[in-house]
């Protein structure tokens, strides 16, 4: 094929076939693109497939967290279960016929740009070139686990929250998770009453919002499903309340919304622990929202279960029998679940992907991981990443994320195949213009108020998206080319 055919019939590779992969393929398939999905695992679902311990849920409202063009009707939620979450995905993908082209089982290992185009292997030595890659790897699949001496020597059974058990019973036994993060507050609500005794070992208290956990009835539902006027209205409504509201609000640590969820906040933990003792050792020291906020309807009277007990000593070591910590005490468990979050800023990591001149982005990322409005990298020809480095990944609906930045790409592929760029590649000064800027607004947002979270990165400044959303759409509804290389 010569350069003007490959111009105008561009090949692309799509690097996880979650949330974002899906959506590739779909809008690919769409536009009449050859591509090919590449999936590590054996079914599609990301994070969701990941993640199914007991009490899982979305923080984002379920109408809120659908693709715009196949809205679901049949969520049975507000914040709708994990479960339900990995079947909506595994119907899209059914319902638009793209899962004849994911390559199940086969990680990607290598990408390399070679001779203008891109050559990806996978771990069982498949090869193939392609024209654009598009990596859709997600931030949250790679879990991190504590340093904690001992655990081999637990005589229980010992997994981490992302790499659930489902053989294990849970019913009467002794359970102890370990981190009080959304996973952590999520499991207590849902196992601190099957537990003959739960122990919660909290190393940071977390602010808690309240959230009433509607439950849609079967005529509402039905009104969704024959009325997609209302169906679109209910998206529409939540994405202004929820992105030019609550999210643009963290940008201003001083807002006054964030004031109204931080009264919320203390109101719900004056309100709903009585014990004074419990109160204080779950009240934070930080401002509410500088982590990432925690939404529960059922965590507070879990961790008040008779059964159930919050520790808020240091952990000296994991034993046969449990755990111990620094009092000298010895928590006997059956089960101990590591709730402990993931390394979110592994990304396309560990394969090895070399740029041109043979570039790697390890070398690249050594410090950090960053990116040209969070998709492109200088010297990675016709690469994008879809909720990459300072995406909005913790403020707004990833899946609006995710749509508007393949959108924002799609413009690109149409500019090289025009002629106006021979590849779609940042200039180097224009990604270090946006990264200084980035970094100077992130430091006033809520998430540098003062506490730990994975929000920040090594020098201890947020890597999320710091602008408001109508900078986001703004940015993604079209592409600057006078930031690119132009066509020599």
């Known amino acids: ?12 590779a799509v690097i996880g076939a979650g949330m974002s992969g899906i959506l590739a393929a779909i809008k690919l398939k769409e536009a009449g693109y050859a591509f090919q999905v590449f999936e590590k695992a054996d079914e599609v679902g990301g994070t969701w497939r990941e993640n199914t311990y007991p009490g899982i ?22 914040s709708s279960p994990g479960g339900e979450i990995q079947t909506y995905f595994e119907d899209i993908t059914k319902r638009y016929e793209v899962g004849a082209s994911i ?22 030595g498949y090869r193939d070139v392609f024209d654009w890659v598009i990596a859709a790897t997600g931030i949250l699949h790679h879990p991190s686990y504590p340093d904690i001496g001992g655990q081999a020597s637990f005589e229980g059974a010992l997994f981490h929250s992302a790499r659930w058990d489902h053989t294990v019973p849970l019913d009467g036994q002794r359970v102890g998770v370990i981190g009080t993060g959304s996973t952590g507050v999520q499991i207590t609500g849902a196992l601190a009453h099957r537990a003959s005794h739960y122990s919660l070992f909290q190393r940071t208290a977390q602010w808690v ?35 030019d509201g609550f999210a643009t609000s963290v940008l201003d640590g001083d807002s ?19 014990d004074p ?17 925690v939404i529960s309807h059922n965590f507070y009277a879990g961790i008040q ?11 000296e070591r994991i034993e046969a029998r449990g755990v111990r910590t620094t009092d000298g005490r010895l928590h006997e468990l059956d089960v101990l679940v590591l709730a402990t979050g993931f390394h979110a800023d592994q990304f396309m990591r560990p394969m090895t992907i070399k740029g041109r001149d043979g570039r790697l982005l390890d070398d690249v990322w050594e410090k950090r991981p960053s990116a040209y409005m969070s998709v492109a990298v200088p010297g990675f ?36 195949r025009r002629g106006d760029l021979d590849v779609a590649i940042p200039e180097p000064e224009a990604a270090r213009r946006f990264e200084e800027e980035r970094v100077e607004a992130a430091k006033k947002t809520v998430w540098a108020t003062g506490c730990r979270s994975w929000y920040l990165d090594d020098r201890g400044i947020p890597f999320a998206w710091p602008f408001p959303f109508s900078r986001f759409r703004a940015e993604m509804a079209e592409p600057k080319l006078e930031d690119y290389e132009r066509a020599s």
């Open 1 to 12: 094929m010569s350069e003007a055919q490959r111009r105008q019939e561009p090949k692309f």
């Open 57 to 78: 849920a979305c923080d984002v409202p379920s109408h809120l967290y659908s693709y715009s063009f196949a809205l679901n009707p049949d969520w049975s939620h507000f």
């Open 103 to 124: 390559r199940f089982g086969d990680p990607v290992v290598r990408c390399e740009w070679l001779d203008g185009r891109w050559e990806v292997e996978t771990s069982a």
């Open 209 to 243: 919002l309240p959230i009433e956990q509607k439950a849609y009835t079967q005529d509402e539902r039905e009104a969704f499903r024959t009325d997609a006027d209302l169906l679109r209205k209910i998206h529409d409504e939540l994405s202004i309340a929820f992105n």
């Open 256 to 274: 006054e919304m964030i004031q109204n969820i931080e009264t919320q906040c203390r109101e719900n933990l004056e309100t709903q622990l009585p």
């Open 277 to 293: 003792e419990l109160r204080e050792r779950l009240r934070p020291n930080y401002r509410a929202a500088c982590k990432r906020l």
């Open 305 to 315: 279960h008779p059964n159930a007990e919050l520790v808020t000593t240091d952990i």
């Open 381 to 416: 020809p016709n690469f994008f990443m879809m909720n990459g480095p300072n995406s909005p990944v913790g403020n707004f609906s990833l899946i609006q994320t995710a749509e508007m930045q393949f959108a924002y790409v799609m413009k690109l592929v149409e500019s090289v």
